[in-house]
T-cell receptor
Framework: NAGVTQTPKFRILKIGQSMTLQCAQD?????MYWYRQDPGMGLKLIYY???????DKGEVPNGYNVSRSTTEDFPLRLELAAPSQTSVYFCASRAGPQVVLEKLFFGSGTQLSVL | GDSVTQMEGPVTLSEEAFLTINCTYT??????LFWYVQYPGEGLQLLLKATKADDKGSNKGFEATYRKETTSFHLEKGSVQVSDSAVYFC????????????FGTGTRLTIIP
Protein backbone atom coordinates (compact mmCIF):
# COMPACT_ATOMS: atom_id res chain seq x y z
CA ASN A 1 0.00 0.00 0.00
CA ALA A 2 1.81 3.13 -1.24
CA GLY A 3 -0.31 5.69 0.66
CA VAL A 4 0.29 9.28 -0.50
CA THR A 5 2.93 9.68 -3.21
CA GLN A 6 4.44 13.03 -4.14
CA THR A 7 6.70 13.79 -7.08
CA PRO A 8 9.25 15.20 -7.54
CA LYS A 9 11.12 15.14 -4.21
CA PHE A 10 13.32 18.09 -5.13
CA ARG A 11 13.12 20.80 -7.77
CA ILE A 12 14.88 24.05 -8.58
CA LEU A 13 12.99 26.59 -10.67
CA LYS A 14 13.95 29.92 -12.17
CA ILE A 15 11.76 32.94 -11.49
CA GLY A 16 8.81 32.97 -13.86
CA GLN A 17 8.91 29.27 -14.71
CA SER A 18 5.92 27.01 -14.23
CA MET A 19 5.62 23.53 -12.83
CA THR A 20 3.17 21.00 -11.45
CA LEU A 21 3.68 19.14 -8.20
CA GLN A 22 2.06 15.75 -8.40
CA CYS A 23 0.17 14.02 -5.62
CA ALA A 24 -1.54 10.66 -5.78
CA GLN A 25 -3.17 8.47 -3.12
CA ASP A 26 -4.32 4.88 -3.41
CA UNK A 27 -6.56 4.75 -0.33
CA UNK A 28 -9.74 5.97 -2.06
CA UNK A 29 -9.75 9.04 0.18
CA UNK A 30 -12.22 11.80 -0.59
CA UNK A 31 -10.35 14.66 1.08
CA MET A 32 -6.98 15.87 -0.15
CA TYR A 33 -4.85 18.85 0.91
CA TRP A 34 -1.80 20.84 -0.11
CA TYR A 35 0.33 22.45 2.59
CA ARG A 36 3.53 24.44 2.46
CA GLN A 37 6.11 24.53 5.22
CA ASP A 38 8.46 27.48 5.32
CA PRO A 39 11.64 27.31 7.46
CA GLY A 40 10.82 27.78 11.15
CA MET A 41 7.11 28.00 10.41
CA GLY A 42 4.16 25.70 10.76
CA LEU A 43 2.33 24.17 7.84
CA LYS A 44 0.02 26.52 5.94
CA LEU A 45 -2.93 25.21 3.95
CA ILE A 46 -2.81 26.20 0.26
CA TYR A 47 -5.80 24.38 -1.24
CA TYR A 48 -7.97 21.44 -0.39
CA UNK A 49 -10.52 19.20 -2.07
CA UNK A 50 -13.43 17.25 -0.61
CA UNK A 51 -13.96 15.12 -3.70
CA UNK A 52 -13.43 14.87 -7.44
CA UNK A 53 -14.42 18.11 -9.14
CA UNK A 54 -14.51 20.11 -5.88
CA UNK A 55 -11.69 22.35 -4.67
CA ASP A 56 -11.44 25.27 -2.27
CA LYS A 57 -8.87 27.80 -1.12
CA GLY A 58 -6.94 27.53 2.10
CA GLU A 59 -4.94 30.20 3.92
CA VAL A 60 -2.31 30.94 1.25
CA PRO A 61 -3.72 30.18 -2.25
CA ASN A 62 -2.20 33.08 -4.18
CA GLY A 63 0.17 31.97 -6.93
CA TYR A 64 -1.19 28.41 -7.05
CA ASN A 65 -3.90 26.47 -8.82
CA VAL A 66 -5.30 23.00 -8.31
CA SER A 67 -7.60 20.55 -10.03
CA ARG A 68 -9.22 17.30 -8.93
CA SER A 69 -10.41 15.34 -11.94
CA THR A 70 -10.10 11.97 -10.20
CA THR A 71 -10.32 10.72 -6.62
CA GLU A 72 -6.69 9.61 -6.72
CA ASP A 73 -4.87 12.69 -8.03
CA PHE A 74 -4.58 16.25 -6.75
CA PRO A 75 -1.89 18.19 -8.66
CA LEU A 76 -0.70 21.63 -7.55
CA ARG A 77 0.25 24.10 -10.28
CA LEU A 78 2.64 27.03 -9.96
CA GLU A 79 2.21 29.31 -12.97
CA LEU A 80 4.84 32.02 -12.48
CA ALA A 81 7.30 30.89 -9.84
CA ALA A 82 8.54 33.51 -7.38
CA PRO A 83 11.25 33.31 -4.69
CA SER A 84 8.50 33.58 -2.04
CA GLN A 85 7.32 30.14 -3.15
CA THR A 86 10.54 28.50 -2.02
CA SER A 87 9.27 26.00 0.51
CA VAL A 88 8.60 22.37 1.27
CA TYR A 89 5.23 21.23 -0.05
CA PHE A 90 3.22 18.45 1.53
CA CYS A 91 0.22 16.68 0.13
CA ALA A 92 -2.15 14.92 2.52
CA SER A 93 -5.37 12.94 2.41
CA ARG A 94 -8.08 11.50 4.65
CA ALA A 95 -11.20 9.46 4.12
CA GLY A 96 -13.66 12.07 5.45
CA PRO A 97 -16.13 13.33 6.32
CA GLN A 98 -16.23 12.52 10.01
CA VAL A 99 -17.68 14.33 12.96
CA VAL A 100 -14.23 14.50 14.47
CA LEU A 101 -11.36 15.05 12.11
CA GLU A 102 -9.56 11.76 11.73
CA LYS A 103 -5.92 11.57 10.96
CA LEU A 104 -4.32 12.88 7.84
CA PHE A 105 -1.97 10.76 5.77
CA PHE A 106 0.96 12.78 4.47
CA GLY A 107 3.30 12.39 1.54
CA SER A 108 7.04 12.75 2.08
CA GLY A 109 7.17 16.25 0.63
CA THR A 110 8.59 18.18 -2.31
CA GLN A 111 11.41 20.62 -1.62
CA LEU A 112 11.13 23.51 -4.08
CA SER A 113 13.64 26.31 -4.56
CA VAL A 114 12.92 29.31 -6.79
CA LEU A 115 16.06 31.23 -7.76
CA GLY B 1 -7.96 33.52 14.60
CA ASP B 2 -6.87 30.14 15.83
CA SER B 3 -3.21 29.53 16.50
CA VAL B 4 -0.83 27.01 18.03
CA THR B 5 2.38 27.93 19.85
CA GLN B 6 5.12 25.39 20.48
CA MET B 7 8.30 25.65 22.47
CA GLU B 8 11.34 26.73 20.50
CA GLY B 9 13.72 24.08 19.37
CA PRO B 10 15.94 22.35 18.79
CA VAL B 11 15.80 20.15 21.84
CA THR B 12 18.68 17.77 22.56
CA LEU B 13 18.39 15.09 25.23
CA SER B 14 20.30 12.04 26.32
CA GLU B 15 18.75 8.63 25.90
CA GLU B 16 16.36 7.66 28.75
CA ALA B 17 15.78 11.30 29.71
CA PHE B 18 12.31 12.69 30.40
CA LEU B 19 10.78 14.71 27.58
CA THR B 20 8.33 17.59 27.63
CA ILE B 21 7.46 19.63 24.56
CA ASN B 22 5.13 22.49 25.38
CA CYS B 23 2.13 23.37 23.24
CA THR B 24 -0.49 26.03 23.89
CA TYR B 25 -3.34 27.08 21.67
CA THR B 26 -5.72 29.94 21.01
CA UNK B 27 -9.10 28.93 19.67
CA UNK B 28 -12.55 30.44 19.33
CA UNK B 29 -14.36 27.15 19.92
CA UNK B 30 -13.62 23.68 21.23
CA UNK B 31 -11.13 22.07 18.90
CA UNK B 32 -9.60 18.64 18.76
CA LEU B 33 -5.86 18.60 19.46
CA PHE B 34 -3.17 16.54 17.79
CA TRP B 35 0.51 15.74 17.90
CA TYR B 36 2.12 14.80 14.59
CA VAL B 37 5.68 13.50 14.18
CA GLN B 38 7.95 13.83 11.15
CA TYR B 39 10.87 11.41 10.95
CA PRO B 40 13.80 12.33 8.70
CA GLY B 41 12.90 12.11 5.01
CA GLU B 42 9.27 11.21 5.69
CA GLY B 43 5.91 12.92 5.78
CA LEU B 44 4.05 13.76 8.97
CA GLN B 45 2.34 10.97 10.89
CA LEU B 46 -0.31 11.24 13.55
CA LEU B 47 1.20 10.43 16.94
CA LEU B 48 -1.79 11.00 19.22
CA LYS B 49 -4.93 13.05 19.58
CA ALA B 50 -7.52 14.25 22.10
CA THR B 51 -10.98 15.41 21.20
CA LYS B 52 -12.27 17.07 24.38
CA ALA B 53 -11.14 18.63 27.64
CA ASP B 54 -9.33 16.29 30.08
CA ASP B 55 -8.87 13.62 27.40
CA LYS B 56 -5.45 12.01 27.37
CA GLY B 57 -3.98 10.87 24.08
CA SER B 58 -1.24 8.26 24.16
CA ASN B 59 0.86 6.27 21.72
CA LYS B 60 4.35 4.72 21.63
CA GLY B 61 5.03 5.85 25.22
CA PHE B 62 4.08 9.47 24.47
CA GLU B 63 1.21 11.17 26.28
CA ALA B 64 -0.57 14.51 26.12
CA THR B 65 -3.56 15.77 28.11
CA TYR B 66 -6.08 18.30 26.76
CA ARG B 67 -6.11 21.08 29.38
CA LYS B 68 -8.86 23.55 28.65
CA GLU B 69 -8.14 25.73 31.70
CA THR B 70 -4.57 26.38 30.56
CA THR B 71 -5.26 25.91 26.81
CA SER B 72 -2.39 23.46 26.64
CA PHE B 73 -1.55 20.07 25.16
CA HIS B 74 2.00 19.34 26.28
CA LEU B 75 3.72 16.24 24.91
CA GLU B 76 5.56 14.01 27.42
CA LYS B 77 7.54 10.80 27.42
CA GLY B 78 9.16 9.23 30.42
CA SER B 79 12.23 7.72 28.75
CA VAL B 80 13.23 8.77 25.25
CA GLN B 81 15.12 6.65 22.76
CA VAL B 82 17.41 7.55 19.86
CA SER B 83 14.61 6.45 17.52
CA ASP B 84 12.42 9.29 18.88
CA SER B 85 14.61 11.85 17.11
CA ALA B 86 12.23 13.72 14.81
CA VAL B 87 10.28 16.95 14.41
CA TYR B 88 7.09 17.16 16.48
CA PHE B 89 4.11 19.30 15.49
CA CYS B 90 1.19 20.30 17.65
CA UNK B 91 -2.04 21.01 15.76
CA UNK B 92 -5.71 21.77 16.27
CA UNK B 93 -8.84 21.34 14.23
CA UNK B 94 -12.58 21.49 14.49
CA UNK B 95 -14.99 18.86 13.34
CA UNK B 96 -17.15 18.32 10.34
CA UNK B 97 -17.60 21.36 8.14
CA UNK B 98 -14.25 22.94 8.99
CA UNK B 99 -11.47 21.25 7.07
CA UNK B 100 -8.54 23.31 8.24
CA UNK B 101 -5.84 21.86 10.47
CA UNK B 102 -3.77 24.58 12.19
CA PHE B 103 -0.17 23.59 12.93
CA GLY B 104 2.47 24.90 15.27
CA THR B 105 5.96 25.61 13.96
CA GLY B 106 7.37 22.24 14.98
CA THR B 107 10.03 21.28 17.54
CA ARG B 108 13.09 19.38 16.42
CA LEU B 109 14.13 16.72 18.94
CA THR B 110 17.50 15.00 18.89
CA ILE B 111 18.30 12.14 21.25
CA ILE B 112 21.95 11.29 21.80
CA PRO B 113 23.09 7.84 23.01
Amino acid sequence: NAGVTQTPKFRILKIGQSMTLQCAQDMNHNYMYWYRQDPGMGLKLIYYSVGAGITDKGEVPNGYNVSRSTTEDFPLRLELAAPSQTSVYFCASRAGPQVVLEKLFFGSGTQLSVL
Amino acid sequence: GDSVTQMEGPVTLSEEAFLTINCTYTATGYPSLFWYVQYPGEGLQLLLKATKADDKGSNKGFEATYRKETTSFHLEKGSVQVSDSAVYFCALSYGFGNEKLTFGTGTRLTIIP
